[in-house]
């Protein structure tokens, strides 16, 4: 296959194009600037997509940066997104030759904070704060018009917290863990939904490559676990102790509202269509996953 990626050069891109490029297949990464293997945003706004089987976007600012949550935060947070995609369902939509699948992304964030909730891809939750709205809109810029989505299939994947090997999430909280500084966030109850690097971009393999895939899928694993669950098997696997706790009030005092409430408030959330669709994961339980991260 010939697949398009916008966001190709981000943490899930870049290990996504090393995936498909290990199965033999061909990758076009979706830049800001020019260079091999690279088409811009402008020149797909201007002269749409050139001829792939299928289109990926995973681009978009990351929701836990260094950056202060702000107006303007806020509208580079949509506008990576959301402009995006508006960019692509044109493109595919007004392609004489449009690819066979359209992958799109989202987040968990579009359930409802709460903690001790069960959530499936079949639950409906209202846009209530502003992660919620932006999923929300986030979602509906990817949808295709009824003509085009007759010749594309769309798949939207809502992805939980990526644990990989080189960056991200996982080897940013490895460093207090060698120090033995580890330690539960807030109450430890709240759910922590992740996903290994490695089913992450083979489930998207998988997405693209199976004609009876469509709808959204949760991108997390099947086996749950919780923010102390998660927390002991990282400390366990690293020989250090988890003896430190930080209390509610201080991650709250140090984040804007928003982002604490993704640390304290998370649900449970199952890859209920994942799995009915014939995905089968390599990491489902967080030790094993964990173990394969620190080797």
Known sequence: MR???GGGSGFIGRALRMHLKRQGH???????????????????????????????NLAGERVFSSRRWTPEF??????????????????IT??????????????IGYYTASTGKTFTEDDVCADSSDMQTLCHDWEASARLQESASAR????????GIVLG????????????????????IGSGNQAFPWIHQDDMVQLIGHAIANDHVNGILNAVAPNSTTNFSFTKAVGRAMCRPTIFWV???VVRSMLHRERAEMLLQVPNIVPKRTLELGYVFKYSDIESAIADLIS
Not at 27 to 43: A, E, H, N, Q, Y
Not at 152 to 159: C, D, N
Not at 166 to 181: A, E, M, Q, T, V
């Open 3 to 5: 697949v398009l990626i």
């Open 26 to 56: 061909e990758t076009v990464t979706i830049s800001r600037t020019k260079g091999p293997s690279k088409l811009t945003w402008d020149s797909i706004k201007t002269s749409g997509i050139p001829k792939c089987d299928a289109v990926i």
């Open 74 to 91: 806020l509208a580079d947070m949509r506008s990576s997104r959301i402009d995006t995609n508006e960019i692509l369902v044109k493109a």
């Open 94 to 107: 007004e392609s004489s030759e449009p690819p066979s699948v359209w992958l799109s992304s989202s987040a």
């Open 152 to 159: 594309t299939r769309h798949v939207t994947l809502r992805i």
């Open 165 to 184: 090997k080189s960056d991200g999430f996982f080897s940013n909280i490895k460093f207090p863990f060698s120090f033995g500084l580890g330690g539960v």
């Open 247 to 249: 209390p509610e009030f």
